[in-house]
């Protein structure tokens, strides 16, 4: 299936799923605050019709270019059910699967700290890219130790001899320092890195601006 083709089928889903929106390939909470929640379609290279279906939380002060399923899993039991779409109940099928597998989860991530909670339980959520993504959760929520040591530990996963983990290190190590010198600049730099990815994901319409956070 190709874009228009998720558009139109994620257009259709939403009718039963009121405070959704849907763009491309993407259905998700709106209005969009520090943390995208949402049901992703990905194509099969194997075969034009097939398709996966992911339910997903994107912590935006993360700066990112792209779209990503890091923190979520396939929708369909065990590694994710292959979807497709001559299936003749296809929606009522992923509208059950959304209702039931998905919905519970992303209601209950409000928070950078309820993310890390509810992504936590999920199975297979020990990654390093998963860590650091909690570490930026755990600065935007102003629990800087916490923060620290797990962009502490993290850092010493990257391979300095690789340009952009060289990068990323250095990076990391700027934010540390500023989040223990000036918390407050740290945090204007979080909400920067919010409002940049959801100018690269092309969500300005949906966002809806800065926010306080809840510490829930």
Request: charged fraction near 25%; aromatic fraction near 12%; include cysteine.
């Amino acid at each position: 299936m190709k874009k228009k083709d998720f558009e139109a089928l994620g257009k259709r889903l939403i009718t039963r799923m009121p405070g959704y929106e849907c763009k491309g390939s993407l259905i998700f909470v709106a209005p969009i605050g520090s943390i995208l929640r949402g049901i992703g379609f990905e194509g099969s290279s194997f075969d034009k019709n097939n398709f996966f279906v992911w339910a997903f939380a994107q912590p935006m002060y993360v700066l990112q270019e792209y779209f990503t399923f890091t923190l979520g899993w396939r929708l369909g039991g065990g590694g994710g059910q292959i979807w497709n779409a001559q299936a003749g109940n296809l929606e009522e099928q992923l509208a059950a699967a959304i209702e039931f597998e998905a919905m519970p989860f992303l209601s209950k991530v409000l928070s950078p700290l309820r993310l890390i909670d509810e992504v936590t339980k999920l199975p297979r959520m020990r990654t390093n890219t998963v860590r650091r993504a909690f570490a930026y959760s755990y600065a935007r929520a102003g629990e800087i130790k916490k923060a620290c040591v797990l962009f502490d530990e993290t850092s010493k996963t990257l391979n300095p001899e690789i340009a952009w983990q060289k990068d990323e290190a250095e990076k990391t190590r700027a934010l540390v320092e500023t989040l223990k010198t000036d918390p407050v600049k740290a945090q204007a730099i979080l909400q920067s890195n919010e409002e940049a990815t959801v100018r690269n994901l092309k969500l300005e319409e949906f966002y809806r601006g800065p926010a306080k956070l809840d510490r829930i």
